[in-house]
C-alpha cells in the first residue's frame, strides 16, 4: 500500500518543494530508493530543521516520524505512548453546531497550554477540518517572526496524534480539510520532507489534477504553495490558471475575498494576472454594497498591495459603502480603510463625516494605530476637523507613554501641518517635550525633523531640541537614513534656522551650517510653500495692470534672500509712490501680495494651512507689508472695475484713488 502511494506521486507536486527534483528523479526510477531516501531525511529523532523553501521560517518539528515503507493499512499511529484521544472521522462527523462551539473553545486560548488543556479535557471526536483549526490556532499563539515561540508544543502527544492521523488519513481528507491542514503546516514551519507534508502535497495535486476543487479550496492550496517555494511554483500556476478559468460572478463573496487575497499574497508577481484583476475589479463595482466591514477591508488592502490604481470606481464605492461602516469597523479594519483611502487619494463628504463621529468618540479607547492613521488621514487630506483634534489632543496628554515614536510624530503632525492649536495646546506640548526629553534616541532622524518642523508651523519652538538637530552627528544620520538629504529634508531644516533666528532672537545656541541651506522652498513635487493657482494668478494680475496702468509697476515670483517666493511684490518710495519694479535705491517699502487659491487653505474651512501662515508670518518679521487676496473674497468680483476697486483697497486702504 505504502509502496503504490510513492509511486503514485506525480513529478509536479514534488517540484513543490524545492530542491527535490533529484528525489523525484529517483521517485520514477526507482520507488523504492525514494522511500528509503525520505525515510533517512524524516527520521533523525525528533526534530526535523531545516527552512521552508520560499518563507525561510525556522522549521520546529515535522510530523511523527516513521519509515514509510513499514506503514500498514490498518496501523494507528500515536505519538510516543499516548492514548488514542481522537479520532478523524467523516461519517458520521461533528454537527455544524459541534464544529462552532469546538472552533469557538479554540479562539477563547490564548497560549499554547490553555489548547492543551482543552484538548486533554475529554475525548474528541474530530472532523478533519477541525483538526487543521488546531493547528491553525497553534500557529496563531505561537508564531514569533520566522519561528515558533515554543517548538515543544509540536511534540506534545496530543498534537502528535493529530498530526499522525492527517497524515495517515490523507486520502480520506475532504478537500477543505486537506487544504486547511497544507496551509496550516506551513504556518508551523512544518519540514517539507517530512511524510505528513509530502502526502499533503501528494493528494492536493491528485484532485488539483482532477479539477475538483472549489474557488475556496484552490486559494487555501495557493497561499499554502506560495508559503513552500513562492510565486514560481509551477503547481501554484496550475491553481491559478484552474481559478482564472471561472467567472467571478460564479463566486460567493468568500470566495472573491479569498482570491484577491491570494492574489495579495505574491501570486500576482509580475502582474501576470490583471486580466483576472481587472474581471473581478469590475465585478465587485457591481456588489460593493453586498460587503461586510470585513469584506470591505480585505479588498482595499489587497487593491492598495497590489497598486491597482486604475480601480479608482471601485475604491470610489467602497468608500461610500464603508459610511455606514464606520462605526462597525474594528480598529484594525478602520486602520486598513484609511490607509488605502490615502494610497487611492480619495475622501468622501459623508464618510468624513462618520468617522469625525467615531473618533470623538473612542479617541480614548481605540488602538493607538487607528487614531494615529485617522489623524494622518485627516491631515493628509488638509481637512481641520476641529472635534477631531481636540479630541485626540485631549487623549494625547493621557495615553501618548504608551504610543510608538511614530505614532506620537503622525498624531501631532496634523496640527502644524492644518495650522490648528487645540485648546489644550500648553499641556499637549508640554506632553511633547516631555517624551521628546525622555526618549529623543528612539525617534528615527525623519520622523524626529517632521516632528520639530510641525511644531514650528503653530508657533512652538523646539528650542531644547534645536542645538541636538543642528549637531553634526544627528545631520549624519539624516544622511545615512534612506535615500539621503533630499530637498525637503533640506527645506525643514533651512526653515527651522529661519523660525529660530526670526521669532526665537534670544537663541545663542548653534547654527545650522550653510551647506545644508537652500536658496529656496518652492521646489517641484513636495514644497513648503504652495505654488499659486495660474488662473487666480493671472486674474489678479490682470487687475493689477489695470490699477497702475502698466505691467511694469510690479514684479511676480519674486525670490526673496529669505527663500520665500513671492506672488506678487510692489516697492513704493518715501512718500508712497509706487516704483518701477526695477527701481532698487529708492525703495523704501516692499509689500508682498500673497495671491491664496483654494489649496492653500483646508478643504473644508477659510483658514490658511500652517505652512502658508508661517510664510505670511516671517514676511512681516522680515520687513514686508503682507497683503492677502484669498480665492473666496476675489471669486464674488463679476465686473474689471470691482476687481480694481477691491485691489485699490487692498493694498492701498488709507489712501484715496485719484487717477492711475
Sequence with gaps: MTFIFMWGLHRQSLRALRGVPCLSQLLLVCPGAACSRIARVCRPSGLVCGALPFDGGRVALSTIIRDPLTLGVGSVCLHGDATHR?????????????????????????????????????????????????????????????GLRNPEILQTDEVGEICCQLERESTRLTDAGLVSA??????????????????????SQERLDQERLTAAHLCTLGEALLALEGPGCGMLHQVMEQVGRQSPSDWSLDELIAVYGLLQSGANAGSRYQELLNAMNTYTVSIATQLDPTAVSKVLSALVVLNQ????????????????????????????????????????????????????????????????????????????????????????VYRADDYSTSQ???????????????????????????????????????????????????????????????????????????????????????????????????????????????KSFLTPGRSLETPVEMQLYN????????????????????????????DVEIKLDEEGYVLPASSIEEVFKRIAVCIDGQNRFSTNTRKLLGREAMKQRHLRLLGYEVVQIPFYEFEMLSSKADIVEYLHKKIFPRSYRLSW
Excluded at 321 to 334: K, Q, T, W
Excluded at 360 to 376: G, L, R, Y
Excluded at 462 to 482: C, H, R, T
Design 539 to 566: 486674474s489678479v494680475k490682470a487687475g493689477l495692470v489695470n490699477l497702475f496702468g502698466a505691467r511694469s509697476y510690479f514684479a511676480s515670483r519674486v525670490l526673496t534672500p529669505y527663500c520665500y517666493t513671492l
Design 309 to 396: 490604481t486604475q480601480a479608482l470606481p471601485l475604491v470610489i464605492s467602497l468608500c461610500k459603502n464603508s459610511v455606514s461602516h464606520v462605526p462597525r469597523f474594528s480598529d484594525a479594519e478602520l486602520t486598513i480603510v484609511l490607509g488605502a483611502l490615502m494610497h487611492f487619494g480619495h475622501s468622501e463628504r459623508f464618510f468624513v463625516e462618520a468617522l469625525e463621529r467615531r473618533v470623538t468618540k473612542t479617541a480614548f479607547t481605540a488602538h493607538p494605530e487607528t487614531v494615529s492613521k485617522a489623524m494622518q488621514y485627516f491631515g493628509r487630506r488638509n481637512i481641520l476637523s476641529v472635534p477631531v483634534f481636540d479630541a485626540v489632543a485631549e487623549s494625547f
Design 86 to 146: 481522537f479520532l478523524l472521522t467523516q461519517s458520521p462527523g461533528p454537527t455544524a453546531t459541534d464544529e462552532h462551539t469546538f472552533v469557538g473553545r479554540l479562539h477563547a486560548c490564548d497560549s499554547s497550554k490553555q489548547l492543551l488543556r482543552l484538548l486533554q479535557s475529554a475525548a474528541v471526536m474530530m472532523s478533519d477540518t477541525m483538526a487543521a483549526a488546531v493547528l491553525h490556532r497553534i500557529a496563531d499563539v505561537e508564531r514569533e517572526g520566522r
Design 408 to 518: 506620537i510624530a503622525r498624531q501631532i503632525m496634523p496640527f502644524g501641518k492644518l495650522g490648528y492649536l487645540p485648546p489644550n495646546g500648553a499641556s499637549l506640548f508640554r506632553k511633547v517635550e516631555a517624551i521628546l526629553h525622555s526618549r529623543f534616541s528612539q525617534f528615527q532622524p525623519r520622523t524626529l525633523l517632521n516632528l520639530l518642523h510641525s511644531c514650528t508651523l503653530i508657533e512652538r519652538f523646539p528650542l531644547n531640541f534645536v542645538a541636538k538637530v543642528f549637531s553634526p552627528y544627528f545631520l549624519q544620520q539624516l544622511q545615512e537614513q534612506g535615500t539621503g538629504m533630499d530637498r525637503i529634508v533640506l527645506s525643514q531644516l533651512t526653515q527651522i534656522y529661519l523660525t529660530v533666528k526670526l521669532e526665537c532672537p534670544f537663541y545663542t545656541g548653534p547654527n545650522l551650517y550653510r551647506n545644508y541651506r537652500v
Design 182 to 203: 497544507l496551509l496550516a503546516c506551513t504556518r508551523l514551519y512544518v519540514d517539507p520532507w517530512s511524510t505528513l507534508m509530502v502526502r499533503l502535497i501528494s493528494e
